[in-house]
């Protein structure tokens, strides 16, 4: 089997384990003579399948009880729109940090429906740096506060979690959940795609502190409003089954391998090395202010640009694909969510040392 190490941001890698163990239970899941794919939403086998995940995702986790986990559709995108309108029902006003790509896009979402305050910008830096710990003044009547604590582009990850006091904190954790252990109870929503650290494009987490649900807005579709997903289990209507089915594979990986403590570890060493890496040589450089540098998005750029595609195709070859950066800042990008190997960062850095050597 000729698996790459795929670099990819997202969708990205899956533990091979995984795809494996879902390749053998594809035709004939557990001996009922049906996929997963083709079972009723309502039936005992998929309920069960359905119910093991989230529990092991509340293992992995240490989600509280005073939280629901939704599994939802749509992307992280959707819920752009579903946080204002699910939240922003009482002063009208939000608190956003504005720290990159995907802090902008949740930013231009939420103008359609709340008082959008930018209480941080990290744009004048082109977005490679953040606000200090305790530097943000938030406002004491917002509904919410947002906030992406990793940028999947600019490559830049908070190393602590923002203190907005009584006012809750919303988090897309699209590009970060599951890569190292979290205190879920210092935030009101976290929201998460699963293309990266879950399972699945088009599968969405969402963990919702029960005090937050059934505050939306009148005319909010009933798709998007969380008080309807936590009262039908997810299951208003016919969920995305086959994702949620692997996402539970993958949390039962995680679970098996040491859980998100074990996760952050190899992930702080696979970033470590990967970033001395490019410290190391001046044929490669990175903008991002070293305390803010993402584990799991690692943005590089060659010191002669014109080697870019020269770069790309000898890496290819080495089976180290979709390191080019996103189209917006250039360059390269490894991505190295959970399911890259380590070993898949050292061949990167093998790599990256020789292409200096017989190209700087
Ligand atoms: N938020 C972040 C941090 C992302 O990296 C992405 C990228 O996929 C998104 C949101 C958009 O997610 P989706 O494509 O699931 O809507």
Redesign the pocket.
Known sequence: MARVYNFS??PAMLPTEVLTRARDEMVDYQGTGMSVMEMSHRGKHFVGIAEQAEANLRKLMNIPDNYKVLFLQG????QFGAIPLNLGNGSGKADYLNTGH?SVKAIKEAKRFVDVNVVADTKPTNFTTLPAEGEIKFSPDADYVHY?P???IAGVEFPYIPDTGDVPLVA?M??TILSRPIDVSKFGVIYA?A??NIGP?GL?IVIVRDDLIGKSRENTPAMLDWATQAEADSMFNTPPTYAWYMAGLVFEHLLAKGGLEEMGKINQRKAEKLYAAIEGNDFYSNPVEPAYRSWMNVPFMLADDSLDKTFLEEAGRQGLVTLNGHRSVGGMRASIYNAMPEAGVDALIHFMNDFAKRHG
């Open positions: 941001a997202g992307g992280a995108s959707t995907w992406t990793n940028e999947t897309d699209s590009s795609g293309q990266k494009a969405t």
